[in-house]
Each structure stands twice: as C-alpha cells, then as structure tokens.
C-alpha cells in the first residue's frame, strides 16, 4: 500500500526556518512517481498549493504567497521531495500535506496524500 511519510514541521520563530521532507513508501517495484508537491491548510483558509515538483526539466510551480522563500526539492530517486522553508510568518502556520501522482501497474496515476504536518509559527 502506498504512502507518503511526512517529518519536519513544529514550532518555529518568526523569520526562522524550517524543513520539511516526505517520502514515497510501499509503492512495490513497479512504479513511477510523476509529480510531488506540499499543499497547505491554514485555520479557516482552503486547502491551497504551495509547491509541486513534477517533470525534471520543468520548472517548480509555486504559490504567490512563498515565492523567494519556500523551495522544493525532490530526492536523487525522485521519490522524495523536500519543502525548504526560509524567512517564516505568522501566515504560513498551517497543517502542511505532501501530495504525490503515483502511477503503478495495479492502479494506474493515483493522487496519494500525506497524513499532514504542523508548522506553527510564532512571532
């Protein structure tokens, strides 16, 4: 059974900085990872992009909110991806949530989702 394991988030200073990674696991031998990305869910707000990683030669996509402070990696394997946080505010306290299009040869592309990670940020 695929799964995405999530570390990294807690609490943080205002300005600091923070990592988060996930990792594909359970996936079999067989199988493709086609994109993987962080999205992000704040009290009261919608569930939101932050960051997605999908071709190698394609670049990162990310939301207006995190550009030039957030940066998304993805593993030497392509089946990690990493969420560099810098220069934090009060506004990205979320629950962030890795995300990943899997293709295997039992069930074909699926979205697969983290179980999701705190980041709180205080100031």
């Known amino acids: 059974q695929v799964q995405l394991v999530e570390s990294g988030g807690g609490l943080v200073q205002a300005e600091g900085s923070q990592r988060l990674s996930c990792v594909v696991s359970g996936a079999g031998t067989f199988f493709r990872v086609n994109s993987m990305g962080w999205y992000r869910q704040a009290p009261g707000k919608q569930h939101e992009l932050v960051a997605l990683?999908?071709?190698?030669?394609?670049?990162?996509k990310y939301a207006d909110s995190v550009k030039g402070r957030f940066a998304i990696s993805r593993g030497y394997d392509k089946n990690s991806v990493y969420l560099e946080m810098n220069n934090l505010k009060a506004e990205d306290k979320a629950i962030y949530y890795c995300?990943?299009?899997?293709?295997?040869?039992?069930?074909?592309?699926?979205?697969?989702w983290g179980r999701g990670t705190q980041v709180t940020v205080s100031s």
């Open positions: 990683r999908t071709a190698e030669y394609t670049p990162p």
């Open positions: 995300n990943a299009n899997i293709w295997t040869s039992d069930r074909g592309s699926i979205d697969y």
